[in-house]
């Protein structure tokens, strides 16, 4: 066994090669690098911004416009020099106010900027207000342009996860809640979690669930004709995605975890708007006796 021997207070103190690599590990993991939701960690944030000298043609700030579809062109000297950026409501004023401008520097407003090391909640006002916020590194060199586009799709990717965990469960409270009696939800309960008292599905856990519905009887009085064996699977998959998930880790989930979500989601969302579960009476639709 490697060890690494040091002098301390006196003691010799041992290190072995495998606490070395856990406390390694335990640095470089990004789950524990950095909590906080920094700008930087937006791809926008970090991607070179194309930019035009204040004595660019309006012609060529027009064309970099419509071509790449921006809304927002900065105007600068420099990696580090902004003189200000170009946006269509900078250009449509003044055309409309009647000025002759030809030239970037006559089209150009005040910018807006923040530190790469800023939260990305401290940047939600600015967005807001102007659409955009150019960062700057610590280099001071600008290093992109984050704009309400971009933030939203952020927000997307950190909600999503949530929400679809949110529609899964509720979908599944609704379909088991008429089906069992308590006796039944609390015999679900895990085995080691006596002191806790189930009156109804919400108190149950998502594992909870799973071991309710993978009994065979329990899952016929569902009375939906589809294939247990195949749903347990794929819940049981959500179930340790939402442990992932509940985790809070910066980085998120891989997309083949977001896809898994999304698909059973969407076999939930079916089966309810095909109807082939009557909620209140527990019984497929069309099998109801006719009065």
């Known amino acids: 066994m490697t060890t690494i021997e040091r002098l301390r207070d006196a003691e010799t103190v041992t290190i072995t090669q495998q606490e070395l690599t856990d406390c390694s590990t335990l640095v470089s993991h990004p789950a524990y690098a950095d909590p906080t939701y920094r700008i930087s960690k937006l791809a926008s944030a970090t991607r070179k911004p194309l930019s035009v000298s204040p004595d660019t043609k309006l012609e060529e700030v027009v064309t ?5 579809d921006f809304s927002q062109l900065p105007v600068m000297t420099s990696g580090r ?27 150009m407003e005040q910018h807006q900027e923040i530190r790469s090391d800023a939260s990305l909640f401290s940047a939600i006002s600015i967005i807001a ?3 955009y916020v150019l960062v700057r590194g610590h280099d001071q060199k600008i290093t992109g342009i984050v704009t309400a586009s971009d933030l939203n799709l952020q927000f997307q990717q950190l909600a999503e996860p949530f929400l679809l965990l949110g ?6 409270r609704r379909v088991i809640s008429q089906r069992f009696t308590p006796a039944e939800l609390e015999s679900a309960k895990h085995p080691a979690d006596k002191e806790r008292i189930v009156t109804s599905v919400a108190d149950l856990t998502c594992g909870e669930y799973i071991r309710l519905l993978e009994n065979p009887e329990r899952w016929d009085k569902l009375n939906i004709t589809v294939d247990r064996k195949t749903c347990m699977e794929k819940f049981e998959s959500v179930r340790r995605i939402r442990n992932e998930v509940m985790h809070f880790d910066p980085n998120g989930i891989p997309e083949k975890d977001l896809q898994t979500l999304r698909e059973f989601a969407r076999f939930l969302q079916r089966l309810q708007n095909i109807d082939v579960i009557d909620v209140e009476s527990g019984t497929k639709k069309g099998s109801r006796e006719k009065n």
């Open 167 to 172: 529609e899964i469960e509720n979908h599944v």
């Open 129 to 131: 207000e102007h659409q």
């Open 81 to 107: 020099d902004v003189k200000g950026v170009i946006t269509w409501t900078s250009i449509g004023s003044r055309l409309a106010m009647g000025k002759n401008c030809s030239v970037a520097r006559e089209l």
């Open 64 to 68: 970099h416009m419509l071509t790449n």
